[in-house]
């Protein structure tokens, strides 16, 4: 198979009409746009990686707004709120029912499907208090828990009880934090 050697001019010209749709598209028009623009407007066929090639040789850069990873991030803490660390890792805090750690895990059942297990931990008993087991890994899964863990103090509980969790999204979500706060947790 022969190569094809396009000559200087050639060249020049293709880049020129390349060049003139760029600009007519304010410079946000990557190889495929030209190239179909090209085909549809200018009833010319080009290879796309023919027009990259040019585009990058004469540094013709689309200006194309790429999405902010930092801005999901930025909206998800304004809706969940993080907590403060209170235990700083100190989780025995030498009183029952004063200190309740809370956590999601998942076991593989069956033919290798998911179940999860959310589960309420006694930090000085290390008993389990409360837990939950589902299918389905939705905020249903830590209400659930919540409400066993209500059944399971009978309102038996330390004058500053806590839950301590992760900073994971079922447990900085602002539903999920009033419902701690009304079960007097902090």
Not at 113 to 136: D, G
């Amino acid at each position: 198979m022969a190569t094809v050697r396009f000559t200087l001019e050639e060249k020049e010209q293709d880049y020129e009409l390349i060049n003139k749709v760029f600009e007519g598209k304010k410079k946000k028009a990557g190889a495929l746009t030209i190239k179909m623009i090209l085909e549809n407007d200018f009833f010319v066929t080009m290879y796309h990686k023919k027009i990259r090639r040019l585009m990058n040789k004469f540094n013709l850069k689309a200006r194309i707004r790429q999405a902010n990873p930092y801005k999901k991030m930025a909206k998800a803490t304004h809706e969940h709120k993080v907590v403060s660390n209170l235990l700083n890792r100190k989780f025995n805090q030498g009183e029952p029912r004063k200190t309740f750690l809370k956590d999601i895990t998942y076991v593989y059942y069956g033919s290798g499907q998911p179940a999860y297990l959310s589960c309420v931990k006694n930090a000085v008993t290390r008993e389990i208090v409360a837990y939950h087991l589902s299918r389905s890994l939705k905020m249903d899964i830590v209400y659930r828990t919540l409400e066993k863990l209500a059944d399971s103090l009978d309102e038996l509980l330390h004058p500053v009880a806590m839950i301590h969790s992760d900073q994971g999204i079922h447990f900085t979500h602002p539903e999920f934090q009033r419902r701690v706060k009304k079960l007097g947790l902090m």
